[in-house]
């Protein structure tokens, strides 16, 4: 079984910072790829930042500047530190890692529960 849990949420006012971090823990042979998503009330799921094993890194145009992802390989962790929040980064953020599971196995995407990010004054 493998787990992805997210941590950092909370509410924070328009300007100030949070950091999220997701841990993968359980029966796993390798992660390539991780990221963190959100979605807000009434809209789709939407891309916020990705990383790859070695580090390469893709954002939304709407976080550029203001979110930085990072990566712990040792400890199968994904962050992401969000400065100047707005209100409109207000979402449930949720984190994805592509695992294998063993030598032989393809690379399957697991999922958080998710996070809540409030951004309000």
């Known amino acids: 079984q493998v787990r ?6 909370g509410l924070v ?13 359980g029966f796993i042979f390798d992660i390539n790829a991780m990221g963190w998503y959100r979605q807000a009330p009434g809209k789709q799921r939407e891309l916020v930042a990705t990383i790859t094993i070695d580090g390469r890194t893709n954002y939304a145009d709407s976080v550029k500047g203001r979110f930085t992802i990072s990566r712990d390989n040792a400890k199968n962790t994904v962050y992401l530190q969000m400065n100047m929040l707005k209100p409109e980064d207000t979402a449930v953020y949720s984190c994805a890692a592509d695992i294998k ?7 399957v995407t697991a999922w958080g529960q998710g996070t809540q990010v409030t951004v309000s004054s």
């Open 4 to 9: 992805v849990v997210e941590s950092g949420g």
């Open 13 to 25: 006012q328009p300007g100030e910072s949070l950091r999220l971090s997701c841990a993968a823990s």
């Open 101 to 107: 599971r063993s030598p032989i196995s393809s690379f």
